[in-house]
């Protein structure tokens, strides 16, 4: 008997077929000596793994979703990194790096004054009005990482954790789709990535306990921090988040709306704690990840500036 499991290897070859319709029928594809290896009873992790790394740039482009989940999923193999880049389209992870400078209105004290919601409405009339004060926390840098989510969280196991946004029910906006799958199906993918690489998630909530049912399943193999809220968008606001989020150096941020809960959650809005202060976001806090494939929205992202070279997508 193989060492990967029959079942694993349908659903490799599911996904081969998924990249090329054609796959096989008129020449044998370069990747027949890894799929013969996968069939071998003798095979082994390190020499799937020197097959792995032989495969050529363009040949991972094209079956990366495939050869993501026989990483993932053939028994011992060690982490071997994977090609994306521009074939990635909207599934291209971007990452955010963490800044360390509070601007200087999140250590003001807004406790018996108008209140930081006020102060950050515009100035005059007409949507060009300026803010009274900068309502969003830079990035000290973005740039895309050419690698899709699920290949980030593989290679760094050891250093991420995952933010799952206000998912408490079915929104519309699950089903716009991003590359031809909807966001429901790229944030379970996603989130099943975490449980993959034993990497916790934090899941914020409003005025339910549970998420939605079409995310249960997926969210239900990870570890999981359950943090409930009221009506606001801020997660910061609990000890447990905060904690959360400043367990591991970089946070992938998901969920919805990307352009409103998920923005103010990564890089701050006008809601304060307890103590009358700006609720510190996680920007501040950890390294961000994530790509518009799970910034859960059905239109361009554009309102939050600080989004960066994900903004206007």
Known sequence: MAIYPAENLKIFMAKVTAANSHFERKKTSSLRVLIDLLLDPKGAAHTVGAVLRQISVAKQKKYWQALLYLRQTYPALPIIALQGGSNLGKLNAAKFEKNLVLPASWNEDFSGGPGANKL???????????????????ANSNAFINKTLEQYI????????????????????????????????????????????????????????????????????????????????????????????????????????????????????????????????????????????????????????????????
Not at 158 to 178: E, F, K, P, R
Not at 289 to 308: I, P
């Open 154 to 313: 593989y290679e760094n196991s050891a250093t991420v954790g995952g933010v799952l946004i206000h998912m408490g029910s079915h929104v519309d906006s699950l089903d716009y789709l991003v590359g031809g799958v909807s966001h429901c199906n790229h944030l379970i993918s996603v989130i099943e990535a975490l449980a993959v690489a034993n990497a916790p998630l934090c899941i914020l909530l409003q005025n339910t306990d549970t998420v939605c049912g079409s995310l249960r399943a997926a969210v239900a193999k990870c570890t999981t921090t359950v943090v409930r809220e009221g009506t606001g968008h801020m997660g910061g606001k609990n000890d447990a988040f905060q904690l959360f989020v400043q367990s591991k150096t970089t946070m992938i941020m998901m969920g919805y709306d990307g352009d409103v809960c998920v923005g103010a959650n990564s890089f701050g809005t006008g809601e304060l704690t307890a103590a009358g202060k700006l609720v510190v976001p996680v920007i501040h806090q950890a390294n961000i990840v994530t790509s518009r494939a799970v910034l859960v929205t059905n239109g361009v992202l554009n309102k939050v500036d600080k989004w960066g070279v994900l903004l206007g997508t």
């Open 120 to 138: 950050m409405k515009k100035v005059g009339y007409g949507e060009d009005a300026p803010y009274q004060f900068q309502r969003e926390i830079a």
